[in-house]
């Protein structure tokens, strides 16, 4: 039986090599993005959303339920970066970086788990938090420390594997949106979503730290 997964951030770095990946070893994918047109041609279920409106995420997963699709891998990849003074960033600014980090992760599994197969696990791309407690990271890195609290109440909540993938630097888009230099030892993104990939074989769940 082909398994399908849902992607959420599925034009991003990780979430792209994902999409990719699952793809070529016979997966159904699910690509959830704001910006679609990395996507077309990988898969034929793409679906554009903005993270910043909730009806958004609603209207789209009840499409999905219409749809008949069923979930066996839950995967939330999105997420926004930027760098400003804790002091001088506006409401808009901390909102948006919460938005696509945390409180996108809280709709997207409100508004999508009926869809996921009782078996399904649920993975959140994460950071390790202790190195990017950064100045001009507040939101950024209070949205991670926030998501792996809430992975630890949701794994007890639903009774199902949950995974927050920690890698270390990652050489992604979103690079280009910060002033900090892209490490040498930074891994690709395929790299990550073979190593996510092998965690979904062997029934991971918890913090999986990618270096």
């Known amino acids: 039986m082909t398994k399908t997964a849902l992607v959420w951030g599925a034009s991003g770095g990780i979430g792209l090599a994902l999409v990719s990946l699952l793809t070529a070893n016979g997966w159904q994918v699910v690509a959830v993005a704001r910006r ?5 041609g990988l898969t034929s279920h793409v679906y554009e959303v903005d993270f910043n409106f909730p009806t958004s995420l609603q209207s789209i997963t009840t499409q999905m339920s219409q749809e008949g699709l069923q979930v066996d891998w839950w995967i939330y990849a999105a997420g926004d970066i930027m760098v400003a003074p804790l002091i001088q960033m506006s409401l808009e600014q901390w909102q948006q ?16 788990s009926p869809l996921l197969r009782p078996e399904a696990p649920v993975y959140f791309l994460g ?4 190195r990017i407690r950064l100045p001009g990271l507040s939101a950024y890195a209070a949205a991670k420390a926030g998501l792996e609290a809430l992975a630890e109440v949701a794994r007890k909540e639903l009774k199902r594997p949950v995974v927050v993938v920690r890698p270390m630097a ?21 790299v990550v979503a073979a190593k996510m990939l092998e965690a979904y074989h062997s029934n991971y769940s918890g913090f999986l730290d990618i270096a």
């Open 97 to 112: 970086i919460l938005n696509a980090n945390l409180t996108g992760v809280y709709l997207a599994l409100h508004y999508s």
């Open 127 to 130: 950071a390790i938090s202790e």
């Open 36 to 40: 679609t047109k990395s996507l077309v």
């Open 170 to 190: 990652v050489n992604t888009p979103l690079w280009q949106k910060v002033p900090f230099k892209i490490p040498p030892n930074a891994v690709e993104p395929d």
